[in-house]
């Protein structure tokens, strides 16, 4: 199995320090509703996750929620709240959108809020190496005491300062110094320290909770390629500087950013589309397909027609999983095995999940060319729902919008069809007489009549699709 290592840049043997695969995921800082961003993020580590124990490695996972910060404290104050009151219901609003993404939650989820004594531990240490100083109420990180500082994103300290709007104040001794402890305002919360009443800075707070939980070296560190500076620059600064040992994290994962248009997803730019939305819309799995059908380092643009693609993708593997035929005896069998090694194969080259699904649809492809012959697959349909369950698929038919038995029986009366009496309010068994009249239309060559019963029911929110199998209808979202 081979992983790309932001570090080195290229791609790497993964092989984990011990018979753990220790592994922290940056979490979401829970100001609003999290977006399509975040869903893309968090799918691709939860399918790396599932993968790794998939190939039998033991993985404890652990995702902090970054419950104290500026944007927290400046949305709480907007909206008359206090901040803990506005992590709370975000957060809420989080861990429900994951579960509603079947994402499973992280082995460890730790707060910041609730990791303060391992905090001022460790900027406490840093400022007894020399690598921090305090200053009016704060702390912060001399960088210049770093000698391979930058080695992550692959900048040299001049880069940076050209880079970016630091400037040195009367509290930094140099610009890019950043922030450990930040001493409170009026008003904000706060808590007591040996520097006086303060807040952590954002990437300590990472720092601590990786540490305490996975340990000195981390196997895999994971985000957004937003996050490879400043955020897990300093991480690594900070660790590596206080425990003496290097490096802190083996391989550093980054997935691509989320794009809307040409400007990646994000809060601050305000063009979301937030999780419920999408999946809501689209349903889980398509989610997880649109998401997958890329490469996790490349960028992804969201786009309608494509998640539109990826609901239709996965409602055929959804009823090509679910059908089940009754086939005759035959000696003739799907070879799964080659389906399955092109999976592993796919996920084996740094988790390349786009030939991965690609596998899966090819597979599922000839599952429905042996049912329509009446031979049956049922080994190769158990491997579809394994290799698909890798990927967080469920296959589950979702909750979408409500059948309105009126406006179906109003087709009846455009076609002048006579509504059966006992299915007045059955909406379902109204549409299945209607896809018993659109047969009889299409075997009578009345094609005109039959396109006016696919029209009509999808004017109703009722979608036809027409298989080997006969015709199927689902409820659109």
């Known amino acids: 199995m081979k992983v790309f290592n932001s570090l080195s840049g290229k791609k790497e043997e993964f092989t984990p320090l011990g018979e753990v695969v220790n592994m922290y995921v940056c979490g979401v800082t829970p100001y609003d509703d999290a977006h399509l961003g975040h869903a893309m993020s968090y799918i691709i580590f939860d399918v790396i996750r599932r993968y790794l124990q998939f190939r039998d490695f033991k993985v404890k996972y652990v995702q902090n929620v970054t419950d104290i910060d500026d944007k927290i404290i400046d949305r709480a104050n907007k909206l008359g709240i206090s901040p803990r009151e506005l992590a709370e219901k975000f957060t809420a609003s989080y861990f429900a959108d994951m579960d509603a993404l079947n994402i499973r939650p992280a082995d460890i989820q730790p707060r910041a809020t609730g990791e303060i004594p391992k905090i001022i531990e460790i900027v406490q240490g840093l400022i007894d190496k020399g690598y921090a100083y305090p200053a009016q109420g704060s702390v912060y990180f001399r960088v210049r005491n770093v000698p391979d500082y930058g080695k992550l994103s692959h900048r040299s300290l001049e880069a940076m300062m050209a880079g970016t709007r630091a400037a040195a104040g009367e509290e930094k001794e140099y610009p890019m110094d950043f922030v450990l402890w930040k001493a409170s305002k009026p008003g904000e919360p706060s808590w007591e320290s040996p520097w006086g009443p303060g807040r952590p800075g954002w990437h300590i707070e990472c720092s601590a909770m990786s540490l305490k939980y996975l340990g000195d070296t981390l196997d895999i560190h994971g985000g957004g390629q937003d996050l490879v500076f400043p955020h897990h620059e300093n991480e690594i600064a900070q660790s590596e500087s206080f425990t003496g040992v290097k490096p802190v994290v083996r391989y550093w994962l980054h997935n691509g950013m989320m794009q809307l248009g040409e400007e990646k997803m994000s ?99 000839e599952i429905n060319r042996y049912d329509s012959e009446g031979t049956g697959a049922g080994e190769a349909r158990d491997a579809l729902k394994e290799l698909g369950g890798v990927l967080g698929l469920t296959f589950k038919t979702e909750q979408a919008r409500p059948l309105d038995a009126e406006l179906i029986a109003q087709v009846y009366q455009v076609l002048n069809l006579a509504t059966p009496p006992d299915a007045r309010q059955d909406a379902e068994k109204l549409i299945e007489n209607l896809i ?23 004017e109703a929110s009722i979608a036809l699709e027409d298989t080997p199998r006969g015709t199927v209808w689902k409820r659109k979202r």
Do not use: C
Not at 291 to 320: F, K, M, N, W
Not at 344 to 359: G, Q
């Open 267 to 365: 809060k601050s730019l305000g063009n979301l589309i937030t999780i419920k939305e999408a999946q809501e819309r689209y349903g889980a799995d398509a989610v997880r397909i649109f998401v997958l059908s890329s490469h996790y380092r490349s960028p992804l643009t969201y786009s309608e027609e494509i998640l539109e693609a990826a609901e239709r993708g996965a409602d055929r593997l959804r009823q090509t999983e679910n059908n089940t035929v009754s086939g005759q005896k035959t000696d003739k069998r799907i070879d799964t095995e080659q389906y399955r090694k092109r999976f592993i194969t796919a996920m084996d080259d740094d988790f390349n999940t786009a030939r991965a699904i690609a596998a899966l649809f090819d597979l599922a492809r």
């Open 436 to 458: 018993q009249a659109r047969k009889e239309m299409r075997e009578a060559r009345q094609w005109q009549q039959a396109d006016i019963i696919r029209a009509k029911l999808d």
